[in-house]
């Protein structure tokens, strides 16, 4: 039988993985249904089980001048009203998950879980966030858009768990998610885009796009990103075919069940070109 | 195994069992609280939803871990609330049930929408219900019916 670990606080749980091979779950949206058994019988998990949803810890959201720490287990729902939350996350979180998800689904499993589809990670590899990760007697930083090496590959030794996700006071002049999918929520997103720019006296002082679902990562490329920058914002919206042809072959998505390469491609280019048009 | 105590519908209980059991299963084989439903097994229809402490959340994607010492309210207990009376007469005056497969989750949205938003515009509504399937009634007559709760029971929430 595959044991169940409700640890009663953050150092038993690091101790526990420590000592233990695990698999985590925190909230579950995911990981239940990816195990899911026949009705009636417990979750056909392969492993034991480390739950970590409930540990105190890691249900603060706080902030320094720098960065704003979200605590891995606080809930979607959570991270949703707390005021420091950046807009941008909110309309993410909003268009990703139906209330009864928000309140048991958490941002460190949409990371973990590294689909590419993932909404979530699109607006943190935009936002540049990233996570701390603890082990018993390590502490680490990683960027999130390298912790994800590829569809559900990350980079977190047996022993590590996800604390918080640290994300980087910017403001923009405007920043925009998108989510391109069949319902409200609840869908598994075609494609998912966010953009983001500030200006400086009508320059380009940093210009940012994320798409996800599109490639096995979510596409993102600072080299593109500074070629923009200095731009004024009339030039940058005359520039839209170039900036279409840069980012054109990096986005490879594949077809499946939630829709066909052909439009998931025309539609990233339509929401990057929306996007700049209507700065 | 592993004894866990939780509330539920306003009663302590304590059961000794695996914590790796959705607590949909728990729900209706050990309780047999049968208002919450197995419809997509995936978190997608809203049929299994329950309040835990006073939020939704779908049961067949929660862990009996997640559980322990917390709040559960299904759709049985709820209907001893002066609020179930209020949305029960508004889905069955504007026509919100047909099959009702899907209406102990939605009842259970509308519960946790009005109590977070007692006023909710029809937006309000469809995002509150966003995560519940009706395949009879085409929603509209249900977002009526939320609205016709909201009103009649104006102060409840």
């Known amino acids: ?279 | 195994m592993a004894k866990i105590k939780f509330i539920l519908n306003n009663q302590s209980q304590e059961i000794d069992t695996d914590l790796n059991r959705r607590l949909l299963d728990v729900l209706r084989n050990d309780f047999n609280l049968t208002g919450p439903k197995e419809g997509c097994g995936e978190g997608e229809c809203g049929a299994c939803a329950v309040l835990l402490n006073g939020k939704i959340v779908n049961s067949c994607s929660v862990p009996l871990a997640n559980v322990v010492s917390k709040e559960i309210m299904t759709i049985e207990g709820f209907s001893q609330t002066k609020r179930y009376e209020i949305i029960k007469e508004a889905f069955a005056e504007m026509g919100g049930v047909q099959c009702g497969f899907c209406t102990p989750g939605m009842i259970i949205a509308t519960e946790s929408l009005l109590r977070h938003n007692p006023h909710p515009t029809i937006e309000e509504i469809k995002i509150g219900l966003s995560g519940n399937l009706c395949r009879c009634t085409g929603y509209n007559l249900i977002v009526k019916a939320i609205q016709q709760a909201a009103k009649k029971g104006d102060g409840l929430w």
């Open chain 1, 1 to 279: 039988m595959v044991e169940a670990y409700v640890p009663k606080n953050l150092k038993a749980a690091l101790e526990m993985l420590h000592e233990k091979s695990l698999r985590i779950v925190a909230g579950g949206t995911d990981m239940l249904i990816q195990n899911r058994n026949r009705s009636g019988l417990p979750i056909n998990f392969k492993s034991d089980i480390l739950y970590v949803f409930d540990l105190e810890e890691l249900k603060r959201i706080e902030e320094d001048s720098e960065f704003l720490y979200i605590g891995a287990s606080c809930s979607l729902e959570s991270i949703l009203e707390n005021k420091l939350t950046p807009e941008l996350l909110k309309m993410t979180i909003l268009e990703m998950a139906s209330p009864a998800i928000r309140n048991t689904g958490t941002l460190a499993g949409n990371i973990a879980n590294a689909s590419p589809a993932g909404d979530g990670i699109v607006t943190l590899v935009l936002e540049d966030a990233l996570l701390e990760i603890q082990s018993i007697n390590h502490l680490r930083r990683e960027k999130v858009q390298d912790f994800i090496q590829g569809v559900r590959k990350i980079n977190l030794n047996s022993d590590e768990l996800i604390t918080k996700i640290i994300i980087p006071k910017v403001t923009f002049d405007k920043a925009y998610f998108k989510k391109v999918g069949p319902r409200l929520s609840d869908a598994i997103s075609k494609v998912a885009f966010a953009g983001a720019i500030k200006f400086e006296d009508t320059i380009v002082k940093d210009f940012r796009i994320c798409l996800g679902a599109v490639n096995i990562k979510m596409v993102r490329d600072s080299a593109i990103e500074k070629k923009y920058i200095g731009k004024t914002k009339k030039e940058l919206q005359g520039l839209i075919s170039q900036i279409l042809n840069d980012y054109s072959p990096l986005i490879k998505p594949i077809d499946d069940q939630r829709s066909n390469k052909e439009y998931r491609k025309q539609v990233s280019l339509n929401l990057i070109q929306e996007f700049i048009e209507n700065l």
